[in-house]
């Protein structure tokens, strides 16, 4: 993404999980993964300015997305398609300065919870693309991500056809990182999580030894 991973943008969603696994040394299942759609989380409190050739320009999102693949379009300016189905969707914590909302055709979505993954370190990792090809990849820190995806099975009002699988990722991601990663789940190891988070640890310490 032009240098934005990592600086505004990162990976939000199932996604991610190429990266935990990569890391790891194993396979997640593949219903676990598969995806048609893509979230990117965009750092708000940074704003989105690019350097070419001496000159700083402000872009849209989706002048970026069509650099990749030229057949994306704007959905009602919530999220963008390509012409495989492919979606991206372009989400910013709720706490997001109002004037970097929109990103240049498709309107950046405020999400409770979301400035949680922002404040955790990064996870960098280079995974393998459909068509063979290399890719860098930024995510949240793998824990961060596994107790953010417990707490979203949780909302009030989450879809119930999506929780099974939040519920799921939650376990898997904390199984790589305990078992693999050499990351425990341990609270002062985390110094960046918000009481919300904290508070989970123990029922996510359960879930994995259930699985287990």
């Known amino acids: 993404m032009e240098g934005l991973l990592g600086s505004h943008i990162v990976v939000a969603d199932t996604n991610a999980l ?25 750092d ?15 872009q849209g999102f989706m002048s970026l997305l069509k650099r990749a693949d030229s057949s994306f379009v704007a959905q009602h300016g919530l999220v ?26 498709v309107d950046a979505q405020p999400i409770e919870g979301m400035e949680w993954l922002l404040a955790a370190p990064q996870f960098e990792q280079t995974i393998i693309a459909a068509d063979g090809v290399p890719l860098r990849i930024v995510v949240p820190e793998p824990r961060t991500f ?20 939040d519920q799921a990722h939650s376990r898997i991601v904390a199984i790589l990182s305990e078992r693999y ?15 919300e988070l904290k508070s ?4 996510l310490k359960t879930s994995t030894r259930i699985q287990s």
């Open 18 to 42: 190429y990266a935990y696994e990569i890391a790891a040394g194993v396979r997640v299942g593949g219903e676990h993964v598969a995806t048609g759609d893509a979230d990117r989380l965009w």
């Open 44 to 58: 708000a409190r940074r704003s989105l300015q690019l350097s070419s050739a001496g000159i700083v320009r402000r």
């Open 80 to 105: 963008a398609t390509n012409s495989s189905g492919y979606i991206v969707d372009l989400i910013i914590p709720e706490q997001k300065p109002p004037e970097l909302i929109s990103a240049g055709g």
């Open 146 to 165: 596994a107790l953010h995806k417990l707490w979203v099975s949780r909302r009030p009002g989450r879809n119930a056809l999506k929780k099974p699988k």
């Open 181 to 195: 990663l050499s990351l425990p789940l341990v609270a002062k190891d985390m110094p960046w999580l918000p009481t």
């Open 200 to 203: 989970l640890l123990k029922d």
